[in-house]
């Protein structure tokens, strides 16, 4: 229909950040318990708007898995570099520090970075999490090396 909205733009203004969501209930009622064929009729009828209903559904979905394969061939298909990051971070609540040597693919176009894998060190092995983040960029020549470890200015 001319003037509606496509479903990767629903998406998009959806009240949710990128997310939308339907729900559909259908209630069956039981045909020996209807007592008059009004009911019967009125109950044919909302059968029939929800099968209508969950074509529509259907073809969102066939909609969707076509957005779904154009995001898979062009993050297949995008230029990334290999990011290393150690970063520190203090859980005020349980009064720890913890250490994060964490892998990424940066996306060159858009900068977002995609998580690969990452590794939690405890405050007490500081100095492993230090070597290992060393010896993966000797390992790994020519990576993009980020290192945030100092505290905090609250902290000092």
Request: glycine content about 4%; aromatic content about 12%.
């Amino acid at each position: 229909m001319e003037g509606e909205k496509t479903l990767l733009e629903k998406i998009k203004a959806s009240y949710r950040r990128g997310e939308l969501q339907h729900t559909h209930y259908v209630h069956y009622f039981d045909p020996d318990q209807l007592e008059t064929t009004t009911d019967v009729l009125r109950r044919d009828q909302w059968t029939v708007d929800h099968i209508k209903d969950l074509e529509h559904e259907i073809e969102m979905l066939k909609e969707y898995r076509l957005l779904l394969s154009e995001r898979y061939n062009y993050l297949e298909s995008v230029t990334t570099v290999p990011v290393i990051l150690l970063k520190r971070e203090k859980n005020y609540y349980a009064n720890k520090v913890y250490y994060y040597l964490i892998e990424y693919k940066r996306i060159l176009d858009t900068g977002k970075d995609i998580q690969v894998s990452s590794k939690k060190y405890p405050g007490s092995e500081r100095r492993q999490a230090i070597a290992d983040y060393n010896a993966y960029i000797k390992s790994h020549p020519g990576i993009i090396a980020e290192k945030d470890i100092e505290k905090g200015k609250w902290e000092r």
